[in-house]
């Protein structure tokens, strides 16, 4: 597997990538798709042998006191491999002095157990923790 942080993929490459794990809200527009991930403030993608985009995280930081991740996805025929712990680790480690990391994700299990893996952890288990989450 090939990471970089410095290849940003077509907008082609982000919608079948997108398509393959069923995040079809993003395609539906895919110059704002391509838009999107232009204007992020890191991106690390992952290639296989032959070249083609296989995964891809991406996140928005003021890279002082908080890095929100948005995306970790990773084509389904590479999942449960290592390859988004890779592409997570590796926005953390970008981002190692920033004081606050955060995300919000669907009910899966096997996310959550990448993310608590990389040391997140889920505000709503935390007892005496006066955190919460707010989205519209």
Request: aromatic share 8%; net charge negative; proline share 3%.
């Amino acid at each position: 597997m090939d990471y970089s942080s410095e290849l940003r993929p077509s907008t082609a490459e982000l919608v079948a990538l997108y398509d393959s794990v069923g995040w079809s809200v993003y395609t539906e527009d895919p110059d704002g798709l391509a838009r999107g991930v232009a204007n992020s403030t890191f991106v690390v993608t992952a290639r296989d042998e032959s070249g083609r985009l296989v995964g891809l995280a991406r996140v928005l930081s003021d890279d002082m006191s908080i890095v929100y991740v948005q995306d970790v996805l990773v084509d389904p025929a590479h999942q449960r491999n290592g390859v988004g712990c890779e592409l997570l680790q590796r926005c953390l480690d970008r981002f190692a002095h920033v004081r606050q990391r955060m995300l919000l994700t669907d009910d899966e299990p096997h996310q959550h157990r990448l993310y608590k893996g990389l040391g997140f952890h889920d505000v709503s288990r935390l007892d005496g923790v006066g955190l919460h989450a707010f989205v519209d």
